[in-house]
């Protein structure tokens, strides 16, 4: 390509290609693990991004020798770039003490990038960019799942009669197995079949994933407790 300002039809077709490719290896890692943006979003994204970038850099090649038309590629790509926050902002989510969804986010505002950078034919760092966010989703997920993991707020919500020392008797529990407690609410728990039943609600961190099994069965054996669930926040 002789002229920076031309650009023909195979390469466009190759830069969309590659931009619906390195998008949707993101999200595809997003929807495997069940987030709110997930491998469409990611690919319209990408592939969004990169025809911005082409149309920014070459569809108004029509008029660069205007004498008072003076082309600057990087002004859409700068919107997008500044755009992509709303839809970013979609997958956030607050949730009492937790703040969800941010991980999931940040690979939105990349992917938006490594369109750009493929649009503008700039394809070593794009696909590297691509393959360092991946191996960061992938890789360090695990190691922060297994040297992180007790650090992480957990909602602990348990059903249970309305009589006197149930709280005590759960708390009691949590504090042999070095349950660190953050957040206690009890409300009533609305069930014509299951009437005087109250939902215990424990914002907790647990110092090891492997004793969560045991703090659920000893929650359950307690007299009076039908029902016990945990969460743990995605980010």
Not at 95 to 120: F, H, Q, Y
């Amino acid at each position: 390509m002789s002229n920076p300002w031309v650009i023909d039809q195979v390469h466009i077709t190759i830069r969309l290609v590659l931009a619906l490719f390195l998008g949707g290896l993101i999200g595809f890692e997003r929807e495997v693990s069940s987030h709110a943006a997930g491998l469409r979003t990611h690919i319209l994204v990408c592939v969004g991004s990169s025809l911005v970038m082409l149309l920014s850099m070459y569809g108004f090649s029509a008029f660069v020798n205007e004498v008072n038309v003076r082309l600057d590629p990087s002004r859409l790509a700068a919107q997008v770039i500044s755009g992509i926050g709303f839809l970013g902002a979609g997958t956030i989510i607050f949730n009492g003490r937790s703040i969800t969804g941010l991980t999931t986010a940040a690979s939105l505002w990349v992917v938006a990038g490594i369109g750009l950078a493929v649009g503008a034919g700039f394809y070593y760092p794009a696909i590297l960019v691509c393959f360092m966010v991946l191996i960061s989703l992938w890789i360090l997920n695990k190691v922060e799942h297994k040297y992180f993991n007790g650090k992480k707020v957990r909602v602990l919500k348990i059903q249970a009669a309305d009589q006197p020392g149930t709280l005590g008797v759960i708390t009691t529990l949590l504090g042999k197995q070095n349950v660190d407690i953050r957040k206690i609410t009890l409300e009533e728990h609305e069930d014509p079949d299951k009437p005087n039943q109250v939902q215990i609600t424990f914002h907790v961190t647990i110092p090891k994933p492997p004793i969560i099994a045991a703090v659920l069965e000893g929650i359950n054996q307690i007299q009076g407790v039908t029902g016990v669930t945990i969460e743990k926040s995605k980010n």
